[in-house]
């Protein structure tokens, strides 16, 4: 289903993946500095989400920006909780690259307001770029080591944006739940040689789906 999505004068433009079954919880999901929300990656996770149950939202908002990415990302989250259509518990607020840092800044700031009412349940992190290419020195972890609800990253071993070690260090310093799982001998754009497309896309799905699910139960009991 297409949306527009009103943000300030203009609109961003989404599609939500609907599961069968009436869901209660959902995943807005966003993409990285290139590309739009029909990036391969980004429109398997969605299939695959709707098809066990979970809604998904996926947007495209070009701006290459954080911050102005972090505001477009906040005004999709209002819009799905206002939304009359979709009536969820929660959602998870999920990017790959910096759709992931966008999401955790939107998480961040959230949190710090009075208006945090539980709704976002935890933030799924794709390919998190946590430094520059060859600048280890500056790790964008600001945003990370405030959060308090679950997270989960999911990179590649060999990914140069993050190495292993770097994201290990910050994940020790978080006060948030978190999960890791590393997909071996991938980049930062997920390929690993010897392996498909698809079959690490399955591999990435799987692992998000089993911790939505998961963490849904988590908050259930």
Known sequence: VKVKIPFGNKYLDAIFSVPEKKPTYGVILTHGAGGDMNFPHLVSLAAYLASHGVLCLRFT??????AYRTKAFKAVVEYLK???????SGVFLAGRSMGSRAAASVIRQLSQGDDDDGFIQGLVCL???????KLQSK???EDL???RCPVLFVSGSA???CEKQLLEGVMSKMKAPKKIHWIDKANHGMAVKGRTADDVMEEVNAQVFSWLRENVQLQNK
């Open 127 to 133: 390919s998190y770029p946590l430094h520059r290419p």
């Open 159 to 161: 990914d140069e944006m």
């Open 82 to 88: 206002l939304s009359d259509d979709y009536k969820l």
């Open 145 to 147: 080591l405030l959060i």
């Open 61 to 66: 908002c070009k701006g290459l920006n954080v």
């Open 139 to 141: 790790l964008r972890d």
